[in-house]
């Protein structure tokens, strides 16, 4: 079955740094298609937003202008693992990540993650 | 103002057909992008329901279908099930903006 794994729900302090995992199993990482692998923010009652994507082949990262700078993606495609970084939590960052696989940037997202909900204080 | 704008809400007896828009606030959607559309029930990941060319993956239900005219597209749902009931969202990449942009969602509520 494919399928991205997530890693499990995150309770952090304001400030401090954090690093969330996505695996990907039943297909893949590297072998062409090359796929690309996206990170999506969901606040609380909130709708769905593009934070950017990694391209699993070359890790080269595409970052919404909203999100450049905040955070950093990267990948270990030993491990078949993307992951989302930040570097200094803020209460804002409060919400629910999800991670999904492309074919290329502009396709549809086919597969996700069952999603990561971060909970950060002040 | 959203990139791609969507009615936050449409409604629906069980077996009648709705129709959710996704209109885009530039030409984007009216070139040669395309647009993707998601089901999200609450508390569940999203999950692709039409993907390009408006096909369906395996799995989604012929009664879910897409279609694109001039500047919006639309997601039509025929026969509406209670388990329809849930948040769909439309998506496109749109270079000249910066990247991918989803609707700001419309939730389906079954009467």
């Known amino acids: 079955e494919v399928q991205l794994v997530q890693s499990g729900n995150e309770v952090a302090e304001a400030g401090e740094s954090l690093k969330i995992s996505c695996r990907g199993s039943?297909?893949?990482?590297?072998?062409?298609?090359?796929?690309?692998i996206a990170w999506v923010r969901q606040m609380p009652g909130k709708g769905l937003e593009w934070m950017g994507s990694?391209?699993?082949?070359?890790?080269?990262?595409r970052y919404s202008p909203s999100f450049q700078g905040q955070v950093t993606f990267s990948a270990d495609t030993s491990i078949t693992t993307a992951y989302l970084q930040w570097s200094s939590l803020k209460s804002s960052d409060t919400a629910t990540y999800y991670c999904?696989?492309?074919?290329?940037?502009?396709?549809?997202?086919?597969?996700w993650g069952q999603g990561t909900m971060v909970t950060v204080s002040s | 103002q959203s990139v791609l704008t969507q009615p936050p809400s449409v409604s629906g007896a069980p077996g009648q057909r709705v129709s959710i828009s996704c209109t885009g606030s530039?030409?984007?959607?009216?070139?040669?992008?395309?647009v993707y559309w998601y089901q999200q029930v609450p508390g569940t990941a999203p999950r692709l329901l039409i993907d390009?060319?408006?096909n369906r993956p395996a799995g989604v239900p012929d009664r879910f279908s897409g279609s694109r005219s001039g500047p919006s597209a639309s997601l039509a749902i025929t026969g509406l099930q209670p388990e329809d009931e849930a948040h769909y969202y439309c998506?496109?990449?749109?270079?000249?903006?910066?990247?991918?942009?989803f609707g700001g969602g419309t939730k389906l509520t079954v009467l």
């Open positions: 390009a060319n408006n």
């Open positions: 999904a696989r492309s074919v290329h940037i502009r396709s549809p997202f086919d597969v």
């Open positions: 990694i391209y699993l082949g070359d890790s080269d990262s």
């Open positions: 998506h496109s990449f749109i270079s000249s903006m910066g990247g991918v942009f």
């Open positions: 530039i030409s984007a959607i009216g070139g040669s992008l395309d």
């Open positions: 039943g297909f893949t990482f590297t072998f062409p298609p090359n796929y690309w």
